[in-house]
């Protein structure tokens, strides 16, 4: 388990095999981690599935409309949706998608990102400057590793929880 600095900024991700431990920067995207931080307070990432996971590159999860294994699961149209609140617009910076590191997911739109992210199984600097990085993994990287491969998988892993670490 990872050393946390700042309860408030740091996000426990559970996964089928472990937690894991997001460091967000809001240094760097106050507007991407001030999103994540309200749906998950919310519980909005909850049983949401993992749609679009891609060995070597990342696994992309967070659709809250379409992707609640619970709720609405609709696994055809998973990756489509975001949440009810406007989208937030690109907070591109200096910082690499390494290994490890949390981005926006969006569409061709920069300022289109919403709710949904992905997390980087490599280095994927093509990225950089592109979309938004916003976090990263300071513990459990091993669990992310094991996420169910497939566009989308046949039997989509699940972000079981999610809480900010000051509220657990």
């Known amino acids: 388990m990872a050393e946390i600095k700042d309860p408030e ?16 920067l809001p240094d760097v995207a106050p507007k991407h981690v001030e999103r994540m931080k309200e749906l998950v307070r919310e519980g909005k990432y909850d049983g949401v599935v993992f749609h679009r996971v891609i060995d070597g590159f990342m696994a992309q999860t967070g659709d809250v409309e379409h992707g609640n294994a619970t709720g609405d699961f609709n696994l055809r149209r998973a990756g489509t949706g975001g949440s009810d609140k406007p989208d937030v617009p ?3 910076s200096k910082l690499p998608h390494d290994r490890g590191t949390i981005g926006a997911a969006r569409s061709s739109n920069p ?3 919403n709710s949904q992210f992905f997390i980087n199984f490599s280095d994927n600097h093509f990225l950089n400057g592109q979309y938004t990085v916003y976090g990263r993994v300071i513990s ?4 992310v590793d094991a996420i169910t491969r497939g566009e989308p ?3 989509p892993d699940q972000m079981i929880s999610m809480k900010v670490a000051a509220d657990a």
């Open 9 to 24: 900024n740091t996000i426990l991700l559970e996964l089928k095999d472990g937690t894991v431990t997001i460091e967000l």
């Open 90 to 92: 690109a907070e591109f």
């Open 111 to 113: 300022n289109s990102a």
């Open 140 to 143: 459990g990287m091993e669990h």
């Open 153 to 155: 998988p046949a039997k």
